[in-house]
């Protein structure tokens, strides 16, 4: 890669398939001139009043110049919101993460344990990289196994029931709400990911080697599982306090994701 791509990261692995960089990701990013086959994003909701907590104004359209196809985690309210800063992107589809536990900002509504992952793109769908996303059928949280078109489905659906998982070899599609432990009581970062939400995503969206960008690093989460799932990786923090924690995690070695609820 031609420089200054690895120029004076604030870390990096030994293989050099990691990197992580200190500062705000409007600035680094075009310094770097990355382009990644994935952005996974986990970007402030401004939903608080906690100091760290604010958006940065414009980076959906800044991510649109390093990458066509990103994952990004968010509530209903902030993507309404800020629709219009998405407007350079194309939705194709959302995945609920459910958590074992949340926290609700009022008393008079449901309590909130979900986050959205909205998966977006640019150009034609058909030159977008995806894997099919199956499992194993048989998990703990029941279900049948591969999925047929019923008749009834194919009323419901019109001709989108036509591209159904046939299940032959025992698996089925992974369902779009995700069942992962949330990080409370082991977080180092107070909107970590877990690696069991993440790693899917991944898996998805970027092939084998390929590159994955995270502009919101926080604690490492979106690097550890890109490098997990033999993929390459680049992220941008901007709190130092973070992007050390994050580089002492990377520092470790890191072995099982986890995926219980």
Not at 224 to 250: F, H, K, T
């Amino acid at each position: 890669m031609p420089d200054p791509y690895w120029s004076d990261p604030y870390w990096s692995d030994p293989d050099g398939t990691v990197h992580l960089y200190l500062g705000d990701m409007r600035e680094i990013l075009p310094a770097l001139g990355v382009r990644a086959d994935l952005i996974v994003a986990d970007p402030p909701y401004a939903e608080t009043s906690l100091t760290w907590d604010r958006w940065p104004e414009g980076w959906p359209t800044l991510a649109a110049q390093h990458a066509r196809s990103m994952w990004c985690f968010g509530s209903m309210r902030m993507f309404l919101e800020r629709r219009d800063e998405f407007a350079g992107w194309k939705l194709s589809q959302d995945v609920v993460w459910e958590k074992h536990n949340g926290s609700g900002f009022a008393a008079d509504r449901f309590k909130r344990v979900h986050e959205i992952a909205t998966h977006w793109y640019r150009g034609d769908w058909r030159d977008v990289h995806r894997d099919v996303p199956t499992e194993k059928s048989g998990r703990r949280d029941g279900g049948e196994g591969g999925m047929r078109a019923t008749a009834t489905a194919r009323e419901h659906t019109g001709s989108i029931a036509a591209k159904a998982w046939d299940g032959s070899d025992g698996s089925r599609l992974l369902r779009s709400v995700q069942r992962v432990r949330s990080m409370h009581g082991r977080a180092i970062h107070p909107t970590e990911k877990p690696l069991g939400i993440l790693a899917p995503l991944i898996r998805y969206a970027c092939p084998p080697g390929g590159l994955v960008l995270d502009p919101f690093a926080g604690s490492g989460s979106t690097l550890d599982a890109a490098r997990q799932s033999g993929r390459r990786a680049i992220g941008v923090e901007a709190n130092e306090e973070y992007c050390e924690r994050a580089a002492l995690r990377l520092s470790a070695l890191t072995l099982d994701f986890d995926t219980t609820a």
